[in-house]
């Protein structure tokens, strides 16, 4: 068994150049990152030289038992597998996604799913699945292929909740958000479909008491919802404007008490107050580097809920801010020699 205890703290990125790659970064007790190495990914990424190339929450994951890392290669239709070392990767598997443009993963119960966007109508926009097996290779799960709620449905985002039970995927061209269940052998059941309350659905949290939040690309906002055990969603926040731009992606402290946006945009970063009964309280927004350019994308934040990161995308750096007592970020450092594409990078992932 890996054991966890002798692992480094680490943090990793994906360049989605042509020849894909995951950048490794080793971070320090205090925060701070250091280059460690990059590794070939097996797949393609797209090369678009563009902030937010995939249009997605999601596609660079740790498993829950911290042995694998998992990300998409949409250039190629394809999911990569790695086993975690103790401050290295080591490639295990590279397969096919299940359909076109993969962009967002989530993995509960040693199972794996993802959403391909599709290419309609050759290819529709669907959620599959895959099988974690002890040394990371993937296996196709029978039944668990399900289409989202249109062909060209958009899908920005996938998660799980905690106990296994339920997929929730955000829909951005068609406002909805799609809720599945997960049958006791991985197989889905097909999706009850919920209006997003505002236009945009994109990052989503899954809580541990049923409650998911959502960001709201369109309106600039996020909302949170109570998901009922038949899979439809009480509206409890709706539609908390932060006055920004490009609201698209959420990272959640452990203990579920704060969420923050990234808002791609206007260059900022919007702290909300996630209240006991899950409703949403806006706080504050501050730049994620002091030019307000970098255009921040998918954030993730330490297990201890100590340090936030996100990529700011239109720079290809990593700010790294200090979360105190209150959820107020203390900017502590801008990393900038990242080896990631100066435009061009996704997804985000801290161990």
Request: net charge neutral; aromatic share 8%; charged share 15%.
């Amino acid at each position: 068994m890996h054991c966890i205890d002798n692992q480094y703290n680490m943090l990793f990125s994906m360049t989605n150049e042509l020849e894909n790659k995951v950048v490794v970064f080793l971070r320090r007790s205090d925060g701070f990152l250091s280059y460690q190495k990059v590794y070939k990914t097996g797949g393609k990424g797209t090369g678009a030289q563009i902030v937010d190339p995939l249009g997605s929450q999601g596609s660079i994951v740790i498993s829950r038992d911290k042995r694998f890392l998992f990300l998409v290669n949409a250039g190629s239709n394809e999911i990569s597998s790695f086993r975690i070392n103790q401050t290295d990767l080591t490639l295990v598997d590279v397969i096919p996604s299940g359909g076109i443009f993969p962009n967002s993963l989530t993995e509960v119960n040693h199972n794996l799913y993802v959403t391909n966007s599709g290419n309609s109508p050759q290819a529709p926009s669907n959620v599959s699945g895959f099988h974690i097996d002890f040394y990371g290779h993937l296996r196709p799960l029978k039944g668990s292929k399900r289409l989202l709620s249109s062909n060209t449905a958009g899908s920005r985002c996938i998660v799980a909740s905690s106990n296994g039970s339920k997929l929730a995927v955000s829909e951005n061209v068609t406002n909805n958000i799609s809720i599945y269940k997960i049958n006791d052998d991985g197989s889905l059941s097909n999706p009850v479909v919920n209006p997003s309350n505002g236009a945009g659905p994109f990052g989503s949290s899954y809580l541990h008491n049923n409650i998911l939040v959502v960001a709201e690309v369109t309106i600039n906002a996020m909302s949170s919802y109570y998901v009922q055990r038949n899979r439809v969603l009480d509206v409890i926040s709706a539609s908390v404007l932060n006055n920004q731009t490009a609201t698209c992606w959420i990272s959640v402290t452990p203990d579920e008490r704060y969420a923050y946006t990234s808002n791609a945009g206007s260059g900022t970063l919007t702290r909300y107050r996630i209240n006991e009964n899950g409703s949403l309280t806006i706080i504050e927004s501050i730049p994620s580097t002091p030019s307000m350019t970098g255009g921040p994308i998918d954030s993730s934040i330490d297990r201890e809920g100590q340090n936030f990161y996100v990529l700011n995308g239109q720079e290809g750096s990593i700010s790294i801010f200090r979360i105190k007592e209150n959820g107020h970020l203390t900017l502590l450092q801008i990393y900038q020699n990242t080896r990631l594409p100066h435009v061009g990078a996704q997804g985000l992932a801290v161990l």
